[in-house]
């Protein structure tokens, strides 16, 4: 087990040393995992993610680039505020020299506030959602893609969700928002094809971090991991060799996908 860990996270991690990396929604579980796992392969991060969390971050960023090979600076900033993520963007340029690949983590999900009826949800609801976890998303593929065509081989992977597939109830909103994600993906992959950027979706399926033991019992968590064809709980570490593949040059040649990690949950 431990070769075939480490001969995955070798080939996920090749021709990534000295990529410039701008990583939205840092501080949470997965999100930490995603840095670590960037500085650790020698990759430098922008590590992105509300003000209001940004002794959190800096001290993540701090402890990632202390880890290294690669270095980490946080920016506090909101993906919804055009400025925000253009300083971000800036700071990816003039830091580290460059922008070579974007993740798009950042979302509305821990905060959603438990699961209602679709019935029950407010236009509200419906606008922050879509608000963060579309248009934000849409907001820094923006400000990001001409410094990622200079680069010549950009990547940006996008997190979206199994939810778009199964449809999970009490979460209308936050399916519809990934699936709007993955929209999303397929149209960007189109227009920034010719620049030699990359544009692939990662969709998890239900992950075992404290977001989701915050919006889920410990019962619905465990028949999940017991529906999987391989049956266990879903963890971060996860989703890192998927996403730093489709974020480092091994992946130039894809574009435009949705890869499902959720151990066999559903099939696509």
Known sequence: MTMTTTATTTAATDGLTDRVVLLT?????????????????GAHVVAVDLPSCESEGRR??????ATGPG?????????????????AVDEAVQRFGGLHSVVNNAAVYRTLGGKRALTELTAADWDLVLRVNVVGTWQV?????????????????????????????GF????????AVEGLTRAAARELGADGTTVNTV??????????????TSDYLAT??????????MLPEDLVGAVLWLAGPAAGF?????????GGGVFV
């Open 203 to 216: 969709s998890p399926g239900l992950v075992d971090d404290a977001a989701s033991r915050e919006l889920n």
């Open 172 to 179: 209308a909103h936050y399916v519809a928002s990934k699936a």
């Open 25 to 41: 929604g840092v501080t949470g579980d997965i999100g930490t995992r995603y840095l670590n796992a960037f500085t650790r392969a």
């Open 71 to 87: 270095r980490a600076v946080f920016v506090g900033g909101d993906i919804t505020d055009e400025a925000d993520v253009r300083r």
């Open 141 to 169: 593929i923006k400000a990001a893609a001409p410094h990622l065509a200079a680069s010549g081989d950009g990547r940006i992977v996008n997190i979206a969700s199994v939810v778009s597939r199964n449809g999970a109830p």
């Open 254 to 262: 894809v574009t435009g996908q949705t890869l499902v990690v959720d």
């Open 224 to 233: 999940a991991a017991g529906a999987r064809a391989i049956p266990r709980p």
């Open 60 to 65: 993540l960023a701090d402890e990632a680039g």
